[in-house]
């Protein structure tokens, strides 16, 4: 009889532990479109921190800009937005007034001095450069000192009087300079239009093209058509030798002739408020050079071909990505690169790698490594560092750069690190004290062609260390803050507003908004919600010492979102400054954070010992001597007794 | 009626049962699972040959552990704890912990009479369950300690956890020895191919689960079909 309830009983429990391993825990595969990790690496759907504003084509610029094919490269500085039409061979400046993008112009070509020219061993004088695949551009506010410098030292050229520069006053000024100019080149332009084709070996790259044929960014045909290697040297004058070389920029020359300004201004453009004190750098991929002109597009230096003992002769300079920082020296992620950022110094000469990985074996593969023969080592998996693919500055002049060559596992392992902040020594500072490293999605499914783990291909730094990191996998742009805690997520892969299928590159207009740019040409404008308001808020008056404040702001932030995990440690941070440790401990608990848990815990047990510690002892003193003092009560009891 | 009386006598046992001899003997029983775990060698062959540990006590020491598994999931400090209670089935946790205990009693009684062990069925359940007194005893003042030491001090729990924990594989691996006779060389290697004789039986359990859950599915499927087509 009890056996056979024993069997049954074991029978039972059995069958319930295979059916409830076998029900398992079906994750839930939620898809909101904002969300946020919780502790144990869930997703936990969030309110909107930033919303999608606009949508824009490159025909809402105006019927001169048409669509943009496979924009690569978005930078923003100020209000103006430098979108890289690499497919056009163009850059695409628009301005932001009064809520509206306005077109400024259309940069395809920049004028070479015939100072400049010299030096560069251009014969001929002075030319155009066109672009050809441009993939990013970098512009900066250029300094007083920074201008003389440059001018004064960049390439050792001298193209232009510093001093007359600064004294232009924009627009007006700039064309009819620049137009100057171009009439006096015109002539050697002639020139060595037929004959220097060859002869320019040594500057292959920067091809010749008569500088005014080019011109203007309101005769579309010349932005279009330009731009290949071969189609060049037309020339306003010599029209018939255009004509012979059968390139399709014939009209352009014309038109060149009658506007010969190499800028031409879009109506639209608010003149006063322009800063013609921009420094630009634009990475000239497919002609491997980074161009460095100043905001009339007159090229101060170029920088190709760099020449150093650790770079191979047929190194082929494919500059991707590029950064200058405050002491004039240019970062390039350049294609195929794996040593990390090629760092120029401000004469444009080739300095060294900068912030390289380093590729470590682990055990196994070092043994492994050890017993394999060379035709095997040469056919395995080659261990090589990984490759950044994008690169931005802070506003502290430090690097972010992000890489999505790693591997799955070691994201989802949650030891990998995608996005980097590298100081001057090219080592990574940026900080992880989050649950989980900042590397995107946590976990992952495959749906269709959508599948593995996030690959981060652009990153921009806020002014208070928040950062934002954009997913090409699954079209989403992750928000970390100075800390490395995750703030918000959001995107998705998809055809309609605020998700992407292919994003390429993004960047900040002020503080509040983002732009990404996909590949398919749209544009997408992001404003900061007012959640996400209240959250950048908190964290800045945490980032200054307010800690009160920061708390009030995270209670407001807990009622649109209980979920938040920051909220709950941000006010657990003001409690236990003000000595609530028994309530910091409860907010701390929620978010599990046991770090600032423990230093509450520990005032707490303080505070708990100290008050109690009088009747502990007391407690203790009567347990020891009340029962000696009975013992000697019933001896003096005895002795009385026996007395 | 004669429930009812049944049910009454039962209450009225109780506390005689408390008084009763065999009531003493359990307890006897249990206080010496504290001798065994500071002299396992001695303790343990006094366990099995002298009939100095019973069946009760086992089962208790067994549950104890139970609990202190349990315990430790729900009120450890969540420090040291990372228990996802919307994810935990408390069934899948018992069968976690009395499934391979029964596993392996099953596969060391398999191996150790092919190897001339001495011992029963009986008597490695109950040498093996003795054996988790340092988990209990130690485990449960963890579960209290944890809650007062901060993240720093864990180091602290980690460690005794963890000794607790070996403490148990010594005391198996020595109860195993005495139970059996066996020499220490011949007590590890017995131990250790009865771990191998656990794989195989889960194997084989699983394949036998998987190949009724397949004989299920396809009547479930034939039924359907069937209604499918009658309807």
């Known amino acids: 009889m009890r056996n056979i309830l024993f069997r049954r009983v074991l029978v039972l429990v059995l069958l319930v532990s295979m059916v409830a391993a076998t029900l398992g825990t079906a994750a839930a595969d939620e898809d909101w479109y904002s969300y946020t990790y919780n502790f144990w690496k869930d997703e936990v759907e969030s309110p909107d921190t930033y919303a999608v504003t606009n949508t824009l084509f490159g025909t809402d610029f105006g019927e001169e800009v048409g669509h943009l094919n496979n924009p690569a490269g978005l930078f923003i500085i100020e209000n103006h937005i430098f979108i890289v039409d690499t497919g056009n061979n163009r850059i695409v400046e628009v301005q932001k007034v009064d809520g509206e993008y306005q077109l400024v112009r259309v940069i395809n070509h920049l004028q070479v001095s015939e100072e400049l020219a010299e030096i560069m061993k251009i014969q001929g004088g002075a030319i155009t450069l066109t672009l050809n695949g441009p993939e990013d551009v970098f512009v900066r506010v250029k300094t007083q000192e920074s201008l003389v410098e440059d001018y004064g030292e960049y390439l050792g050229t001298l193209y232009d009087d510093p001093a007359s520069h600064q004294e232009e006053t924009p627009a007006t000024d700039a064309t009819t300079e620049t137009g100057e100019a171009s009439t006096e080149d015109a002539a050697t332009a002639t020139e060595d239009a037929a004959t220097e084709d060859a002869s320019t070996e040594d500057t292959a790259s920067t091809e010749d093209t008569a500088e005014d044929s080019s011109s203007s960014g309101e005769d579309g045909e010349a932005v279009d058509e330009n731009g290949s290697d071969e189609s060049a040297s037309t020339e306003e004058g010599g029209s018939a030798d255009g004509s012979e070389d059968g390139s399709e920029d014939g009209a352009a020359s014309d038109n060149g002739a009658s506007a010969p300004a190499p800028v031409a201004w879009h109506e639209n453009v608010v003149k006063q408020e322009l800063n013609l004190e921009y420094d630009i750098f634009i990475a000239d991929t497919q002609n491997h050079r980074v161009i460095h002109c100043d905001y009339n597009l007159n090229v101060i230096g170029v920088i190709d071909d760099p020449k150093d003992d650790t770079i191979d002769d047929n190194f082929v300079f494919l500059p991707s990505k590029i950064v200058a920082d405050t002491a004039n020296r240019l970062y390039v992620q350049a294609t195929n690169v794996n040593s990390g950022l090629m760092e120029f110094d401000k004469v444009g000469a080739f300095i060294s790698y900068c912030g390289a990985n380093k590729v470590e074996l682990t055990v196994s593969e070092k043994i492994w490594r050890r017993i394999q023969t060379k035709e095997q080592k040469d056919r395995s998996v080659q261990y090589v560092p990984t490759e950044y693919n994008n690169l931005s500055l802070d506003s502290k002049g430090f690097l972010y750069v992000t890489t999505s060559t790693l591997e799955d596992d070691d994201i989802w392992g949650g030891t990998a690190t995608p996005v980097r902040k590298l100081n001057s020594m090219g080592s990574d500072i940026l900080i992880r004290n989050g649950n989980f490293y900042p590397s995107g999605d946590l976990n992952w499914g495959t749906a269709g062609l959508v599948k593995g783990a996030s690959a981060f291909v652009d990153v921009i730094a806020f002014n208070n260390d928040t950062y934002a990191c954009l997913d090409r996998t699954r079209g989403r742009i992750f928000l970390y803050d100075f800390q490395g805690n995750m703030l918000c997520a959001f995107g998705n892969y998809g055809q309609y507003a605020g998700c992407f299928t292919y994003p390429n590159a993004m960047d900040n207009l002020g503080e509040e908004c983002i732009l990404v740019v996909d590949k398919y040409g749209s544009i997408t404008e992001f404003t900061m919600t007012d959640y996400g308001r209240l959250i950048n808020n908190a964290l800045a008056e945490y980032k200054v010492g307010h800690y009160d404040a920061s708390a009030e702001i995270w209670k407001q932030v807990l009622k649109y979102n209980g979920n938040y995990e920051l909220a709950y440690v941000g006010i657990g941070r003001a409690l236990l400054r003000q000595g609530e440790y028994k309530e910091a401990m409860k907010y701390f608990k929620s978010a599990r954070d046991d770090v600032n848990y423990s230093k509450a815990f520990k005032h707490y047990r303080e505070e708990v010992v100290e008050k109690y510690i009088g009747w502990f002892l007391g407690g203790l003193a009567i347990l020891i001597i009340l029962p000696k003092l009975v013992r000697k009560t019933k001896k003096l009891r005895k002795e009385i007794n026996e007395a | ?231």
Do not use: Q
């Not at chain 2, 060391?108 to 009479?113: K, Q, R, V």
């Not at chain 2, 191919?193 to 299920?216: E, K, N, R, T, Y």
């Open chain 2, 1 to 231: 009626m004669k429930a009812i009386s049944g049910i009454g006598r039962f209450f009225v046992g109780i506390p005689a049962y408390f008084k009763g001899e065999s009531f003493k003997h359990y307890l006897k029983t249990l206080r010496y699972a504290f001798y065994v775990i500071l002299h396992p060698f001695d303790g343990f062959w006094d366990l099995s040959h002298e009939k100095r540990g019973s069946l009760a006590a086992a089962n208790t020491i067994v549950i104890l552990a139970l609990l202190t598994n349990l315990w430790d999931m729900r009120f450890t400090s969540f420090m040291f704890n990372n228990t996802r209670w919307n994810r935990v089935n408390i069934f899948e946790v018992i069968a976690s912990i009395l499934l391979p205990l029964a596993i392996w009693v099953a596969a060391n009684w398999s191996l150790t009479t092919l190897m001339d062990g001495k011992g029963k069925l009986k008597d490695i359940y109950i040498a093996t369950a003795y054996a988790f007194t340092p988990y209990v005893i130690i485990g449960m003042p963890m579960i209290v300690i944890s809650n007062l030491i901060t993240s720093e001090e864990g180091a602290f729990y980690t460690y005794f956890n963890t000794f607790a924990l070996i403490w148990s594989v010594m005391l198996i691996l020595a109860g195993m020895m005495m139970t059996h006779d066996y020499g220490l060389a011949k007590g590890l290697v017995s131990s250790l191919l009865s771990v191998v004789g656990m794989a195989i039986i889960i194997f084989i359990l699983l394949l036998f689960f998987s190949l009724i859950s397949d004989a299920i599915g396809y009547v479930v499927s034939l039924v359907k079909e069937i209604t499918f087509r009658v309807s």
